[in-house]
């Protein structure tokens, strides 16, 4: 009868601990959730291409179409972010790999290496059996803004030197003699 007592007795123990277990992680899962559910922090900011960087990503697909992607974070979630992030690194990878002959310089071959290298590691993070939304919902807004830092190099490859921009200011700038000055008598006096 003893033992019939102690085995009862461990098996209310170990049930009433179980219990506490499933309440604990229910809350852990709810906080989860919320976690999860949270828009992504994308600064609404945009940086404006050029009108000649316009013109030739205009004609590049992939660009267009990582563009599109990005300007879709403004609405993601982090569980929306866990989902698109297999397609997101295929669209980097593709960025990358279809880059036009006239944009093809080494600061903006890095950049399209490092939105690579992010797209890859949201990859990873979203493919792990314990998810962390923050490592997520950081590399995604870091997506975006190093997406705004490639379209910041691809304008740079189209600005003027120091020697066009002053020519193109010799050009405006109207001849002093050409302009008739108002004749004063009394300065002519002088």
Do not use: H
Request: some cysteine.
């Amino acid at each position: 009868m003893k033992n019939i007592f102690w085995i009862v007795l461990i098996l209310l123990v170990t049930g009433c601990n179980q219990n506490k277990d499933l309440k604990s992680q229910a809350t852990k899962t709810e906080t989860d959730t919320t976690v999860f559910n949270q828009k992504l922090r994308i600064t609404a900011q945009q940086v404006p291409l050029l009108p000649e960087a316009g013109e030739i990503t205009s004609g590049w697909l992939a660009f267009i179409i990582a563009q599109n992607e990005i300007d879709n974070f403004k609405d993601y979630t982090v569980n929306d972010v866990v989902s698109n992030a297999q397609p997101i690194a295929e669209i980097m990878k593709n960025l990358a790999e279809t880059l036009p002959d006239s944009l093809k310089a080494n600061p903006v071959e890095a950049r399209l290496s490092v939105l690579l290298t992010n797209a890859k590691v949201l990859e990873q993070l979203s493919q792990q059996r314990e998810l962390q939304a923050k490592k997520i919902a950081t590399i995604a807004e870091d997506l975006a803004l190093e997406f705004n830092n490639l379209k910041i190099q691809i304008n740079e490859l189209f600005l003027k030197t120091l020697e066009e921009f002053e020519l193109e200011l010799d050009k405006y700038e109207a001849p002093i003699d050409s302009m008739e000055l108002p004749q004063d008598p009394d300065i002519e006096a002088l």
